[in-house]
């Protein structure tokens, strides 16, 4: 089985992958459904259910909102998350909302979006059903989707065996664990970013997988810039304060300036900085099988302490972060659910209207 790293990092907003980021993309998938088939211009109505975590957890993880979002036709990588909430906000109190931006439909969010705290559906944990609804009250679609980890998304028709999908694409360099990476590396004399580089470009053109990095590292830091500039609350209801901004002034301008170890105060200033943006539904990058903060902390602090020009070679880091992982998505361990539900299997049949 071969997996790509552009499969494993993804970027969305917080603070949860299979909370946030697949429910928006299941939203919008249905709708994109309806516009396909023509029916979109007849739904006057829409119910909309979350069941099993993703019910019982969704208002804290923001599911209703990304739900709303998707509806309107958002993707996690492109939605303004400035904005997010106001819009959400403005759909609530007109009782309106607009499908893919183009058809309004009434909404009320209290009897149109559902959250069964109690009752899950049979295949999977995260799951939703969205039922659209003509003026005479017929129903005019019905599907269910499953939010499994990671930001990947499938359909009621693709469960069981049909769930995974296996991708037989032959690699020039395999391997499995750490260990055989790393005598790949001696044999054929070459770098980890090198072993990573000549896997991914069965998949694409070199050009295309810098740019395709370097567009992720850069989504990466403009993560850690927003969350040195975000001042006030987290949200809930623990009114927990955010701490990085504070932070960023004592190690520019501040007691920590000159501290021998700043270097490491920057790594944990970076970490914090990503997580609170996560925390409030920022834009951040994450890994199906791992928090994203860490790579941008210590990427981050890497790049600070690097020479200028030596930062030309970012766009090779990211591949090699994940081929330096004992379970790379080069063999058969990797795990491609954020709950571990997946380990041991394929490529997920992923539906992506939007991208």
Known sequence: MALSAFDLYSVGIGPSSSHTVGPMRAAKFFVHGLKDSGELVAVARLRVQLFGSLGATGHGHGSDKAVVLGLEGETPEGVDTSTADERVGTARERHALDLLGVHSIDWDADEHLIMHRRKSLPTHPNGLQFDAYDSGGEVIASHVYYSVGGGFVVDEAATGPDRVVLDDTALPLPFSTSAQMLKICAREGISVSDVM??????????????????????????????????????????????????????????????????????????????????????????????????????????????????????????????????????????????????????RLRVRDGGR
């Not at 053109?205 to 500039?229: K, P, S, T, Y």
């Not at 998505?329 to 954020?338: A, C, E, I, T, Y």
């Open 197 to 346: 580089l000549r896997n991914e470009q069965v998949w694409r053109a070199e050009g295309e997988i810098r740019d395709g990095m370097l567009h992720l590292w850069q989504d990466m830091q403009q993560c850690v810039r927003n969350g040195f500039g975000h001042h006030g609350i987290l949200p809930g209801g623990l009114k927990v304060p955010r701490r990085a901004p504070g932070r960023y002034d004592e190690l520019t301008n501040g007691s920590l300036k000159n501290d021998a170890l700043a270097v490491m105060d920057w790594v944990n200033l970076y970490a914090l900085a990503v997580n609170e943006e996560n925390a409030s539904g920022g834009r951040v990058v994450t890994r199906s099988h791992q928090r994203g903060g860490r790579h941008h902390s210590r990427g981050s602090a890497l790049l600070r302490e690097l020479p200028r020009r030596r930062r030309r070679r970012g766009s090779r880091a990211l591949p090699a972060d994940r081929g330096r992982d004992r379970h790379t998505g080069q063999g058969d361990r990797v795990d491609l659910g954020s709950r571990g539900r997946l380990s041991r299997r394929g």
